[in-house]
Protein backbone atom coordinates (compact mmCIF):
# COMPACT_ATOMS: atom_id res chain seq x y z
CA UNK A 1 0.00 0.00 0.00
CA UNK A 2 1.36 3.51 -0.75
CA UNK A 3 2.03 5.96 2.03
CA UNK A 4 -0.48 8.20 3.08
CA UNK A 5 1.72 10.59 3.92
CA UNK A 6 5.01 11.16 2.02
CA UNK A 7 7.45 13.97 3.07
CA UNK A 8 10.76 15.00 0.97
CA UNK A 9 13.09 18.40 1.48
CA UNK A 10 10.63 20.02 2.98
CA UNK A 11 11.27 23.58 3.89
CA UNK A 12 8.84 26.36 4.65
CA UNK A 13 10.34 30.03 5.97
CA UNK A 14 7.86 32.53 7.43
CA UNK A 15 7.94 35.57 5.25
CA UNK A 16 10.05 37.56 7.63
CA UNK A 17 12.75 34.79 6.69
CA UNK A 18 12.67 33.36 9.64
CA UNK A 19 13.38 29.37 8.49
CA UNK A 20 10.98 27.16 10.28
CA UNK A 21 11.31 23.83 8.21
CA UNK A 22 14.47 22.83 7.16
CA UNK A 23 15.22 19.52 4.83
CA UNK A 24 12.57 17.48 6.28
CA UNK A 25 11.74 14.41 4.74
CA UNK A 26 9.88 11.17 6.32
CA UNK A 27 7.11 8.56 5.28
CA UNK A 28 3.87 7.61 7.08
CA UNK A 29 2.02 4.53 6.47
CA UNK A 30 -1.87 3.94 7.68
CA UNK A 31 -2.45 3.44 11.02
CA UNK A 32 0.50 4.99 12.43
CA UNK A 33 -0.03 6.84 15.73
CA UNK A 34 2.99 9.67 16.04
CA UNK A 35 4.20 11.94 18.29
CA UNK A 36 5.55 15.13 17.12
CA UNK A 37 7.45 17.06 20.17
CA UNK A 38 10.59 19.33 20.38
CA UNK A 39 10.58 22.95 22.39
CA UNK A 40 9.26 25.68 21.61
CA UNK A 41 9.67 27.17 18.67
CA UNK A 42 10.65 24.47 16.59
CA UNK A 43 8.49 24.23 13.84
CA UNK A 44 6.14 21.65 15.03
CA UNK A 45 3.10 24.07 14.27
CA UNK A 46 4.02 25.35 10.85
CA UNK A 47 4.68 21.46 9.94
CA UNK A 48 0.96 20.11 10.79
CA UNK A 49 -0.04 23.80 8.82
CA UNK A 50 1.57 22.95 6.16
CA UNK A 51 -0.07 19.09 5.82
CA UNK A 52 -3.67 20.14 6.63
CA UNK A 53 -3.15 22.38 2.99
CA UNK A 54 -2.89 25.61 5.09
CA UNK A 55 0.65 26.78 4.13
CA UNK A 56 0.94 27.44 -0.29
CA UNK A 57 4.38 28.75 -0.03
CA UNK A 58 6.78 25.78 1.23
CA UNK A 59 9.94 24.07 -1.17
CA UNK A 60 10.01 20.35 -1.42
CA UNK A 61 7.45 17.42 -1.96
CA UNK A 62 4.71 17.30 0.30
CA UNK A 63 1.71 14.54 -0.64
CA UNK A 64 -0.89 13.44 1.82
CA UNK A 65 -3.59 10.86 0.79
CA UNK A 66 -2.56 11.10 -2.66
CA UNK A 67 -3.07 14.78 -2.97
CA UNK A 68 -0.03 17.03 -3.94
CA UNK A 69 0.06 19.65 -1.24
CA UNK A 70 2.00 21.86 -3.94
CA UNK A 71 -0.47 22.54 -5.96
CA UNK A 72 -3.97 24.83 -5.51
CA UNK A 73 -5.85 21.71 -6.28
CA UNK A 74 -4.35 18.96 -4.20
CA UNK A 75 -4.40 21.39 -0.82
CA UNK A 76 -8.10 22.04 -1.62
CA UNK A 77 -8.66 18.32 -1.91
CA UNK A 78 -6.69 17.61 1.06
CA UNK A 79 -9.17 18.76 3.22
CA UNK A 80 -11.73 15.95 2.56
CA UNK A 81 -9.20 13.14 3.70
CA UNK A 82 -7.49 15.01 6.74
CA UNK A 83 -9.32 16.69 10.01
CA UNK A 84 -7.37 19.20 12.27
CA UNK A 85 -8.12 20.01 15.84
CA UNK A 86 -6.28 22.92 16.27
CA UNK A 87 -4.36 23.96 19.59
CA UNK A 88 -7.51 26.84 20.48
CA UNK A 89 -10.45 25.03 19.80
CA UNK A 90 -12.39 28.48 19.95
CA UNK A 91 -10.82 28.91 16.24
CA UNK A 92 -12.94 25.72 15.70
CA UNK A 93 -16.11 26.04 17.07
CA UNK A 94 -18.71 27.40 14.11
CA UNK A 95 -22.18 26.74 15.63
CA UNK A 96 -24.54 27.20 18.04
CA UNK A 97 -24.68 23.84 19.33
CA UNK A 98 -22.58 21.25 19.92
CA UNK A 99 -25.07 18.84 16.98
CA UNK A 100 -25.13 21.35 15.02
CA UNK A 101 -21.49 21.96 15.69
CA UNK A 102 -20.41 18.49 14.55
CA UNK A 103 -22.71 18.32 12.28
CA UNK A 104 -21.25 21.23 10.36
CA UNK A 105 -18.60 19.63 8.06
CA UNK A 106 -20.64 16.40 7.03
CA UNK A 107 -23.64 18.47 5.70
CA UNK A 108 -20.93 20.70 3.73
CA UNK A 109 -19.83 17.18 2.08
CA UNK A 110 -23.29 17.42 0.87
CA UNK A 111 -24.20 14.04 2.33
CA UNK A 112 -27.88 12.66 2.71
CA UNK A 113 -29.22 14.34 5.94
CA UNK A 114 -29.47 10.05 7.54
CA UNK A 115 -26.27 9.95 6.76
CA UNK A 116 -24.91 12.79 8.55
CA UNK A 117 -27.07 12.56 11.33
CA UNK A 118 -25.57 8.42 11.52
CA UNK A 119 -22.01 10.60 11.33
CA UNK A 120 -22.79 13.03 13.93
CA UNK A 121 -24.44 10.15 16.67
CA UNK A 122 -21.47 8.13 16.39
CA UNK A 123 -18.92 11.01 16.30
CA UNK A 124 -20.12 12.22 19.67
CA UNK A 125 -20.71 8.99 21.28
CA UNK A 126 -16.78 8.03 20.41
CA UNK A 127 -15.81 11.61 22.38
CA UNK A 128 -18.43 10.19 24.85
CA UNK A 129 -20.37 12.90 24.85
CA UNK A 130 -24.05 11.88 25.56
CA UNK A 131 -27.53 13.77 24.77
CA UNK A 132 -26.95 16.48 27.51
CA UNK A 133 -24.77 17.74 25.58
CA UNK A 134 -26.06 18.31 22.24
CA UNK A 135 -28.00 21.59 22.49
CA UNK A 136 -25.24 23.00 24.89
CA UNK A 137 -23.70 26.33 23.28
CA UNK A 138 -20.19 25.21 22.59
CA UNK A 139 -18.92 28.57 23.39
CA UNK A 140 -20.07 27.41 27.23
CA UNK A 141 -18.32 24.41 27.36
CA UNK A 142 -15.40 23.65 29.27
CA UNK A 143 -11.87 23.48 27.49
CA UNK A 144 -11.63 19.49 27.55
CA UNK A 145 -15.22 19.84 26.78
CA UNK A 146 -14.47 21.70 23.63
CA UNK A 147 -11.95 19.69 22.58
CA UNK A 148 -14.36 16.60 22.87
CA UNK A 149 -16.87 18.47 20.35
CA UNK A 150 -13.63 19.94 18.22
CA UNK A 151 -12.37 15.68 17.87
CA UNK A 152 -16.09 14.75 17.34
CA UNK A 153 -16.39 17.49 14.23
CA UNK A 154 -13.33 15.91 12.66
CA UNK A 155 -14.20 12.02 13.44
CA UNK A 156 -17.48 13.05 11.59
CA UNK A 157 -15.96 13.53 8.51
CA UNK A 158 -14.26 10.04 8.22
CA UNK A 159 -10.77 11.47 7.73
CA UNK A 160 -7.70 9.35 6.97
CA UNK A 161 -5.68 11.11 8.85
CA UNK A 162 -5.59 13.51 12.26
CA UNK A 163 -3.57 16.33 13.02
CA UNK A 164 -3.49 17.55 16.49
CA UNK A 165 -1.68 20.65 17.87
CA UNK A 166 -0.96 20.84 21.27
CA UNK A 167 -4.35 18.93 22.29
CA UNK A 168 -3.49 18.51 26.28
CA UNK A 169 -2.20 22.03 26.89
CA UNK A 170 -5.12 23.49 28.42
CA UNK A 171 -6.44 19.91 29.70
CA UNK A 172 -6.22 19.43 33.71
CA UNK A 173 -5.35 15.62 34.93
CA UNK A 174 -8.72 14.23 34.45
CA UNK A 175 -9.17 15.91 30.87
CA UNK A 176 -6.06 14.35 30.05
CA UNK A 177 -6.73 10.75 30.73
CA UNK A 178 -9.61 10.76 29.56
CA UNK A 179 -8.20 12.03 26.03
CA UNK A 180 -5.92 9.32 25.96
CA UNK A 181 -9.30 7.23 26.74
CA UNK A 182 -10.40 8.47 23.58
CA UNK A 183 -7.81 8.69 21.60
CA UNK A 184 -6.88 5.10 22.33
CA UNK A 185 -10.46 4.15 20.73
CA UNK A 186 -9.99 5.85 17.52
CA UNK A 187 -8.68 3.85 15.11
CA UNK A 188 -7.14 6.61 12.67
CA UNK A 189 -3.98 7.39 11.82
CA UNK A 190 -3.05 10.75 13.78
CA UNK A 191 0.13 13.18 14.00
CA UNK A 192 -0.27 15.03 17.19
CA UNK A 193 2.05 17.28 19.10
CA UNK A 194 2.74 17.85 22.34
CA UNK A 195 4.68 19.16 24.81
CA UNK A 196 3.50 16.30 27.41
CA UNK A 197 6.14 13.53 26.81
CA UNK A 198 3.53 11.50 29.30
CA UNK A 199 0.83 11.39 26.51
CA UNK A 200 3.02 11.34 23.68
CA UNK A 201 4.22 8.06 25.42
CA UNK A 202 0.91 6.77 26.25
CA UNK A 203 -1.42 7.66 22.71
CA UNK A 204 2.12 7.64 19.95
CA UNK A 205 4.03 4.17 18.90
CA UNK A 206 6.30 6.48 16.67
CA UNK A 207 7.75 9.94 17.72
CA UNK A 208 9.14 12.64 15.50
CA UNK A 209 11.59 15.12 17.37
CA UNK A 210 12.01 18.10 15.60
CA UNK A 211 14.22 20.97 16.66
CA UNK A 212 14.94 24.45 14.92
CA UNK A 213 12.97 23.11 11.97
CA UNK A 214 15.19 20.10 11.65
CA UNK A 215 13.80 16.15 12.38
CA UNK A 216 16.69 15.23 14.76
CA UNK A 217 14.86 11.94 15.20
CA UNK A 218 12.17 9.51 13.88
CA UNK A 219 11.46 5.92 15.60
CA UNK A 220 9.76 4.05 18.34
CA UNK A 221 8.46 6.28 20.95
CA UNK A 222 9.50 4.27 24.16
CA UNK A 223 13.25 4.13 22.68
CA UNK A 224 12.91 7.63 21.64
CA UNK A 225 12.01 9.39 24.99
CA UNK A 226 14.22 7.36 27.33
CA UNK A 227 17.62 8.51 25.33
CA UNK A 228 18.65 11.39 28.01
CA UNK A 229 21.47 12.98 26.23
CA UNK A 230 19.17 13.03 23.09
CA UNK A 231 15.97 14.89 24.91
CA UNK A 232 18.54 16.98 26.77
CA UNK A 233 19.67 18.47 23.97
CA UNK A 234 16.66 19.27 22.13
CA UNK A 235 15.45 21.31 25.48
CA UNK A 236 13.31 18.18 26.73
CA UNK A 237 13.31 15.29 29.35
CA UNK A 238 12.69 12.00 29.99
CA UNK A 239 9.30 11.04 31.24
CA UNK A 240 9.14 9.72 34.80
CA UNK A 241 7.06 6.54 33.74
CA UNK A 242 10.21 5.55 31.93
CA UNK A 243 12.29 3.02 34.26
CA UNK A 244 16.25 3.80 34.86
CA UNK A 245 16.67 0.42 33.29
CA UNK A 246 14.82 1.65 29.85
CA UNK A 247 17.35 4.96 30.38
CA UNK A 248 20.68 2.56 30.94
CA UNK A 249 19.56 0.31 28.06
CA UNK A 250 18.92 3.17 25.50
CA UNK A 251 22.49 5.06 26.53
CA UNK A 252 24.06 1.51 26.33
CA UNK A 253 22.12 1.27 22.42
CA UNK A 254 24.26 4.39 21.76
CA UNK A 255 23.77 6.02 18.57
CA UNK A 256 22.09 4.98 15.59
CA UNK A 257 23.30 5.01 11.87
CA UNK A 258 22.40 8.72 10.79
CA UNK A 259 19.75 8.27 7.24
CA UNK A 260 20.60 11.19 5.12
CA UNK A 261 17.59 14.12 5.70
CA UNK A 262 16.75 13.60 1.85
CA UNK A 263 16.66 9.74 1.54
CA UNK A 264 12.93 9.48 0.35
CA UNK A 265 12.60 5.56 0.78
CA UNK A 266 14.01 4.54 4.00
CA UNK A 267 10.95 2.91 6.00
CA UNK A 268 9.92 4.04 8.84
CA UNK A 269 9.50 0.90 10.56
CA UNK A 270 12.69 -0.53 9.29
CA UNK A 271 15.26 1.43 11.48
CA UNK A 272 14.93 4.19 13.69
CA UNK A 273 16.47 7.46 12.62
CA UNK A 274 18.47 10.06 14.39
CA UNK A 275 19.98 12.93 12.91
CA UNK A 276 23.43 14.19 14.03
CA UNK A 277 23.07 16.45 17.51
N1 LIG B 1 3.25 33.71 11.61
C1 LIG B 1 4.58 33.67 11.81
N2 LIG B 1 5.39 34.62 11.30
C2 LIG B 1 6.72 34.57 11.48
N3 LIG B 1 7.35 33.62 12.16
C3 LIG B 1 6.61 32.65 12.70
C4 LIG B 1 5.18 32.63 12.57
N4 LIG B 1 4.70 31.54 13.21
C5 LIG B 1 5.77 30.92 13.74
N5 LIG B 1 6.91 31.58 13.45
C6 LIG B 1 8.29 31.19 13.82
O1 LIG B 1 8.54 29.92 13.23
C7 LIG B 1 9.25 29.08 14.14
C8 LIG B 1 8.46 27.80 14.37
O2 LIG B 1 7.26 28.14 15.06
P1 LIG B 1 6.16 27.06 15.43
O3 LIG B 1 4.99 27.81 15.95
O4 LIG B 1 5.97 26.17 14.26
O5 LIG B 1 6.89 26.28 16.60
P2 LIG B 1 6.31 25.20 17.61
O6 LIG B 1 7.26 24.05 17.62
O7 LIG B 1 4.89 24.92 17.30
O8 LIG B 1 6.45 25.94 19.01
P3 LIG B 1 5.55 25.81 20.34
O9 LIG B 1 6.02 24.60 21.08
O10 LIG B 1 5.89 27.06 21.10
O11 LIG B 1 4.11 25.75 19.95
C9 LIG B 1 9.46 29.92 15.40
O12 LIG B 1 10.74 30.49 15.33
C10 LIG B 1 8.41 30.99 15.30
O13 LIG B 1 8.85 32.18 15.92
MG1 LIG C 1 3.12 25.14 18.33
Given amino acids: MSCLVEIQNLQYAYPQGRKALVDVSLHLNHGERVGLIGPNGAGKTTFLLVLAGLMNDFQGEVSVAGCDLSTAAGRRSVHRKLGVVF ?3 DDQIVNANVYEDVAFGPLNLGLPEIEVRQRVNQALASVGLNEDY ?3 IPFHLSSGEKRRVAIAGVVAMQPQIILMDEPTSDLDPRGRRELVQILSRLPITRIVSSHNLEFVLETCDRVLV ?3 GRLRADGPVRRILADESLM ?8 GSI ?3 ERRHAALAGPIPEPAPNHPHSHPHSSMKLTSL
Fill in 243 to 245: SAE
Fill in 134 to 136: WQR
Fill in 210 to 212: LDE
Fill in 87 to 89: QNT
Fill in 232 to 239: LHHGLEVP
